[in-house]
């Protein structure tokens, strides 16, 4: 894999700190400080990452992030405003793997970007889990494939990683921190909410049981079980 990561963010200064930061790592960082110039950078397939900031010139994060997800699922990490969380839902929503508030901790960074990358090797196929069938719903794990009564069902990475996860053990309650660390590569943080976005995104996109019942059901205060119903 590539070890190329691209920076989509209009604050010069911040995006010559990350370049400091994440060059002794070992990556290269390419800088863009255009929306629509980052969605011509972005598609152009040179990158393992993008790290994309919401508010931006030409076009802002959340068209550039639509533009991207039209043609690929390169992971993307959106950085929004501290307190906004109309914008991590909605960017978690159009396609991102994850995101940070500003202000953050450049090493944190750092360490959210490792994250998503080691979930996006490890999820390289063949996978063990193999095939998984129920009610309706088809899982390949070999070719990352999803069908829901036969017709095919886009998701974002983290989406199948969350699916995966909970057809493993359908039946059976699992952990949003649990779920947090195989979907996402790390640790639940206080007040991150960003799981259950994912889990509505794909509750949306597999529609409900044939009775109308939900296939992924909310176990409160705990987490989420998929019906074997």
Do not use: W
Not at 12 to 27: K, N, T
Not at 155 to 172: D, H, I
Not at 220 to 226: I, T
């Amino acid at each position: 894999m590539t070890n190329n990561i691209l920076i989509i963010d209009d604050d010069m200064e911040l995006c010559e700190l990350l370049r400091d930061y994440l060059s002794p790592e070992g990556f290269t960082v390419d800088a863009v400080h255009d929306g629509l110039k980052g969605v011509e950078a972005a598609l152009m397939g040179r990158h393992c990452l993008i790290v994309l900031d919401v508010m931006l010139p030409g076009a802002n994060g959340f068209e550039v992030l639509r533009r991207i997800r039209a043609v690929s699922r390169v992971p993307v990490l959106m950085l929004t405003a501290r307190g906004e969380d109309i914008d991590r839902i909605v960017g978690l929503e159009i396609g991102a793997d994850d995101y940070m508030p500003k202000p953050f901790n450049p090493r944190e960074l750092v360490a959210r970007i490792r994250a998503i990358l080691r979930r996006v090797e490890t999820a390289q196929p063949p996978k063990a889990a193999g095939r998984l069938v129920v009610g309706g719903i088809e899982l390949n794990a070999a070719t990352r494939t999803v069908l829901c009564d036969g017709k095919k069902v886009d998701l974002t990475s983290v989406e199948f990683a969350v699916l995966e996860a909970l057809m493993q053990r359908v039946g059976q309650v699992v952990s949003r921190d649990e779920l947090v660390r195989l979907a996402m590569g790390r640790d639940l943080l206080a007040y991150d909410r960003s799981i259950d976005v994912h889990v509505s995104s794909l509750r949306k996109k597999l529609g409900p049981q044939a009775d109308q019942s939900e296939r992924i059901k909310t176990v409160r205060s705990v987490g989420y079980l998929y019906s074997a119903e």
